[in-house]
Each structure stands twice: as structure tokens, then as C-alpha cells.
């Protein structure tokens, strides 16, 4: 069969299994699992079905691990890194010792290759465990923990699983504590100074090439840039890819143009939605062919089943019993203000979902290794086993825990406060390039950047208020008519292509623009429609040092509780309503016509308002431009 049609077919199901479960609510890689798991046991399958461990760890493991650390924040890294350390290595050794025990009694095995085998169990997938997190909605410091502990685990067990396989191969004398806490560190250090070298390469690059496709290729070769180079001089690849990852992502902004970073977001994206989905297919296509690998050992089955049952009772027991123990001692010591809550740990502890490591580490194992068909098999029942429990269920402990995903109220408000922050920001700059300009710009260019501005500021505000579903906001009238009017436009396009009256390159650049203008508008409303669940918010507390906010109070009585003054009176339609704290006139919104609360402030200097919307306690301060 030529190898066109498997990567074809394997592509398709990835492509239509996903889309599936985003469409009735489930989780990709469960549902790919078990497909993959069905599909195995079918006539047709090509047996046996084995897949390299070596593609995995060299082909799907970089950019996969790349790529989540792209999306990780370095700040949120930094925040949590005693919590993310303590998973992502004492974690990881006190499970794979824990397992060790378990199998060296029941697979009468030795004890280093029990300790591989709990190695290979002991970390939670990087794609698996985030993936069922972000789709149920839990707090983002909680995934964050998840997210750092996933990108460096892989880590640890891969060391671990490598300095058993020298005491498999060369007996007890071959690595002592010494050599294995020195391999330890060089693979740690190591893997650090290596992918921080091939963050300054690439960076460099970056810095002195433009081009978009060219900076995107360089971004696709960077996980192996940082990964093959460390691998080759014995050091941690995995945490080479990772460091080179976070620090790419987080320098981007400032040495990478704005059209390389969307491209190459929206190419990852695509590429990252077939790896990630892929591996959890193969992972399942494998069933068949390890099932009967142990059916045919001296193992049996039914034995190997049982003890592989037990290990995943262990790795599920052990990891709540690791991290309530560590939560409760960090209070004990006065560490509480940088270690999770109660709550949030329980819920941590749940979420230890395996993936399509512990399954390739398993595989890496020497062919000498006593019992390894039972290991595979092993590997995968817990693979599976932890993807199908704890993934099911992690949404019903967040909701018996009262765990809730980010306010979408609160996501708004930020984003209203970082938006309005940026416009100010760019009109300081505007009115510097004024004063500096050898030019006289013309008024009318002053006013139109002006307006490109206020109307940003004022689409944020807007998502905070409870419009009536009767009225359409300014914001929203825009992006409704400029829609049609860019339907319009590419239709009278399209029709002059037809005729063959223009040049194929000018079409090509005219689509783009009004592609990129229309991709604008649409990534707005995608936004919007995730913010249209509408909690409460609480009065926000902090008041970022502003004496205004702290000497205004939170509420005070309105003087026209029936809406805008002004509009009353002269019979305009408001957007949303402003309360003036210091004398309660309501007002306006400056997404609204009259803007009557901003002026209200210019005409009696009173500095602080309130939204009067209702469920809305946030408080703006017109002098210092901060929220409180």
C-alpha cells in the first residue's frame, strides 16, 4: 500500500473524529481513543500495528511540546514555578517509586525495571490533561500549574525511564546514585542552556529577516533546532523545546512583525490540531496488537490485567496523596500565598490524565526487558484507563468542588481596562509625532486616527453593558454594514475576474485586503460570542493606587434612576448608562451619541463614575484613566 493513502485516511479521521466531538461536546482525545481502540479489532486493519516510538518522541513530541509552550505564559511560568517543580520532578519520581513498588512485587521483575515502568506511567500528558481543563472550564491558575507541570514532566520520567534501562542492561554497578543525580542535572541544566541557545539563533534570525514565509519555516524547524542539539550531547530535548518555546513567544512581539506572528499563529494552529489529535488515534490503533502481545507472553491476559488495574489505582491514589500532603505542609510553613488552594489542588490531583509518552517510553524499552509485553500493555490500560476516568469525570468534581472557568464578565472588564490603557497610550504618541512632525498634517488624518481609536476603546466598553436586544450598539452597527459593504466589494471583484478585464496579481491584492478587513470584523464577533454568558461581577477592589478611586465611594443615589438626563430630555437613545458618584447624575456612555457622563466630568471635574448597568460594580476614574 503506498503511504500516501494510511496518512491520507489517518488525516481524514483525525479531521472528522474531532470535529465530532467539538459538535456534541466531548473530548477529542477520549473519543480518538476509542475509535482508534474499535478500529483495531476491525478485519481490515493492517496487523500487527506498531508505530515507532522514535516518530513519536522525535516526530510528534518537539512541536507539540513547542507549541504549548509558545501558548504558556512566561510571567504565569514564573509565578508558579515552586508548585510547577514540585509536580514536574518530585512528583514524577515519588509516583514512578510508588509504581515501582507495586509491579517489582506483582510482575517479579527487577527492581529497576519496575522503577522504568513507573517512569514510563508517572507523567501527565502535556495535550491530554490541558486539552479536558480548557474544555470544561477551570480557574487559569489551575491550568497554568497543569500546563507547567505537563511541558517539563516529560522530563523527568524520560531521564528516569533512560537510567533504568543502564541498570537493566548493565546490572546494579553500572549507575549508582551519583551517576543518575549527575545525568539528572546535566539533562536539566543542559537541555536549559541548550534551548536558550537556540532561542538567541532563532531570535537573531528573526531580527534581521522580514519575510513572513521565511520567518514561519523558521518557526517550524525551531523545536528540532532546540531539541535534536541537546538530544545528540545527552541533555533534555523535551525541556530544550520547551525553554526555547516560552522565551520565542515571549521575545515575538518585540523582534517578529505583526504579519509574521498572525501567520505563523494560524499555521501552528493547523498543524498543532493534527499532531496533537493524531498521536491519541495512534495510541488507541495500537490496542489490538499490545493485547495480544501479552496474550501470547508467559503473562497471560487475565494476570497482567489485574496487575495493570492495580497500577492504575496507584497513579491515580498516588498523585491527590503527594499534592494535599505538599498543600497541607506549605501551610504549615507559611507558604500559602504562592501555593494553590484547598479547592484548587483537589482538583489538580484529579486531573493526571496519560497520553502518547508513557505509551512511546514504554516501547523504548530494551527487548531484553523482562516482562516487557506486560509493560506495554500496562502503559496503555493506564494510558487509557486515566483518560476515560479521571477525563470523564473532571467536570463533575470541578462542579462539586464550585470550580468555575474565567469570568467572562471579568475578561471583558480587563479588556476594557488594557484596550482603553493601549488607546491612551497611542494618543500620547500621536500627539508627540505632532509636536515633532517637519510636516503639517491635515486635520481631517488627525481626527480619522483619533476615531480608529475611541471606536476600540468604546467596542469594550460596550461588551460590559446589558443592551436591549431591540437596540444595536454603535460597534455593532459598524461591523453589520461594513460586512455588507465588503460582501458587496468582493462580489463586484469576483465579477471582473470573471470577465478577465484585470490583471490575476491586482485581483490578488485587492481580495487581500478586503480578506484581512473582513478576518478583523470576524475575529471581533468570534470573541464577542464567547463573552455572551454574562455573570455578576463583585466591586473590584483593587484601586491601582489611585487617590480618586479610594476616596469615592461605591455607590451613591441617582438623580434620574430612569436613565441619561440629558438623553431624556432630548429624546436621544443611550448605549449604556454612567453614574456619577460624586453628585449621582446619570449618564451616558461615550459608545452612546451624546457621550453625556464624559461630559458631565469636563463640565463639573467630579473624577470617578460607576457603571449603571445592571450586576455591574466597576468604577472608572476620568483623571487617572484607571479602573477600580
Not at 520532578?89 to 510482575?107: H, K, M, P
Not at 500549574?145 to 533504568?164: K, M, Q
Not at 488495574?309 to 500532603?325: A, E, Q
Not at 430612569?562 to 451616558?588: I, M, Y
Request: proline share 4%.
Amino acid at each position: 500500500m503506498h503511504i500516501a493513502l494510511p496518512l491520507f485516511l489517518l488525516t481524514a479521521a483525525v479531521v472528522a473524529i474531532a470535529a465530532l466531538a467539538r459538535r456534541v461536546g466531548l473530548s477529542a482525545p477520549l473519543l480518538l481513543v476509542a475509535v482508534g481502540a474499535v478500529t483495531s479489532f476491525l478485519p481490515f486493519m493492517p496487523y500487527p500495528f506498531e508505530v515507532d516510538p522514535e516518530i513519536i518522541l522525535l516526530g510528534f513530541l518537539p512541536p507539540l511540546l513547542f507549541a504549548a509552550a509558545s501558548n504558556t505564559s512566561l510571567i504565569d511560568l514564573s509565578r508558579e514555578r515552586r508548585q510547577i517543580l514540585q509536580m514536574s520532578v518530585l512528583l514524577v519520581l515519588f509516583t514512578a517509586f510508588g509504581v515501582a513498588l507495586v509491579a517489582w512485587r506483582l510482575l517479579d521483575v527487577p527492581f529497576a525495571a519496575a522503577v522504568a515502568l513507573g517512569a514510563v506511567v508517572a507523567p501527565p500528558d502535556a495535550v491530554a490533561a490541558t486539552a479536558v481543563a480548557r474544555r470544561i472550564g477551570l480557574p487559569r491558575r489551575v491550568v497554568s500549574v497543569l500546563e507547567g507541570e505537563s511541558l517539563f514532566n516529560d522530563a523527568t520520567a524520560l531521564v528516569t525511564v533512560n537510567t533504568a534501562k543502564g541498570l537493566i542492561a548493565g546490572g546494579a554497578g553500572a549507575t549508582t546514585v551519583f551517576t543518575a543525580g549527575r545525568d539528572f542535572f546535566w539533562a536539566s541544566a543542559g537541555g536549559v542552556a541548550i534551548g536558550f541557545v537556540a532561542y538567541l539563533l532563532v531570535s537573531w534570525v528573526w531580527r534581521h529577516v522580514t519575510d513572513t514565509v521565511t520567518v514561519v519555516a523558521l518557526s517550524f524547524l525551531s523545536p528540532w533546532i532546540a531539541y535534536l542539539p541537546a538530544e545528540e550531547a545527552h541533555a533534555s530535548g523535551v525541556i530544550a523545546a520547551v525553554v526555547c518555546g516560552v522565551a520565542t513567544s515571549h521575545e515575538a512581539p518585540r523582534i517578529q512583525t505583526a504579519q509574521s506572528r498572525v501567520s505563523e499563529q494560524l499555521n501552528w494552529a493547523s498543524m498543532t490540531f493534527l499532531l496533537e489529535n493524531m498521536v491519541f488515534l495512534l495510541i488507541g490503533l495500537q490496542t489490538r496488537t499490545i493485547v495480544d502481545g501479552v496474550r501470547n507472553s508467559g503473562s497471560g491476559l487475565g494476570r497482567t490485567v489485574g496487575i495493570a488495574l492495580l497500577v492504575l489505582v496507584t497513579v491515580m491514589v498516588l498523585r491527590p496523596i503527594w499534592l494535599l500532603g505538599s498543600e497541607a505542609i506549605s501551610r504549615r510553613m507559611g507558604w500559602s500565598s504562592t501555593a494553590m488552594t484547598g479547592r484548587e489542588v483537589a482538583i489538580a490531583s484529579w486531573a493526571g490524565m496519560r497520553g502518547v509518552v508513557t505509551l512511546a517510553a514504554a516501547s523504548l524499552l530494551p527487548a531484553d526487558t523482562p516482562e516487557r509485553a506486560a509493560m506495554i500493555f500496562i502503559a496503555l490500560f493506564v494510558t487509557v484507563g486515566t483518560l476515560v476516568l479521571q477525563g470523564f469525570t473532571l467536570g463533575y468534581v470541578s462542579r462539586r468542588l464550585d470550580l468555575h472557568g474565567p469570568d467572562p464578565r471579568e475578561d471583558a472588564l480587563q479588556t476594557a481596562q488594557l484596550t482603553q490603557a493601549a488607546v491612551n497610550a497611542g494618543n500620547r504618541r500621536l500627539e508627540e509625532e505632532l509636536d515633532d512632525s517637519e510636516f503639517e498634517v491635515p486635520e481631517q488624518v488627525i481626527t480619522v486616527l483619533q476615531h480608529q481609536g475611541a471606536r476600540r476603546a468604546n467596542l469594550a466598553w460596550e461588551r460590559l453593558g446589558h443592551s436591549d436586544e431591540g437596540t444595536e450598539t454603535p460597534s455593532d452597527a459598524y461591523r453589520r454594514l461594513r460586512s455588507a459593504m465588503l460582501d458587496a466589494e468582493r462580489t463586484k471583484v469576483l465579477k471582473l475576474r470573471d470577465k478577465g478585464v484585470m490583471d490575476h496579481e491586482v485581483l490578488q491584492a485587492v481580495m487581500g485586503s478586503l480578506d484581512l478587513e473582513e478576518s478583523m470584523i470576524a475575529r471581533v464577533q468570534d470573541y464577542d460570542r464567547s463573552l455572551t454568558e454574562r455573570m455578576l461581577l463583585t466591586p473590584e477592589q483593587r484601586q491601582f493606587g489611585c487617590e480618586h478611586l479610594a476616596d469615592a465611594p461605591f455607590a451613591t443615589d441617582p438623580l434620574t434612576p430612569d436613565g441619561c438626563e440629558e438623553c431624556l430630555q432630548d429624546g436621544s437613545v443611550w448605549v449604556h448608562l454612567r453614574l456619577c458618584l460624586a453628585c449621582g447624575h446619570v449618564g451616558c456612555c461615550d459608545s452612546s451619541v451624546g457621550k453625556h457622563a464624559s461630559k458631565h466630568h469636563e463640565e463639573t471635574g467630579h473624577p470617578v463614575m460607576r457603571s449603571f448597568e445592571p450586576g455591574e460594580g466597576w468604577r472608572w476614574c476620568f483623571v487617572d484613566d484607571v479602573l477600580g
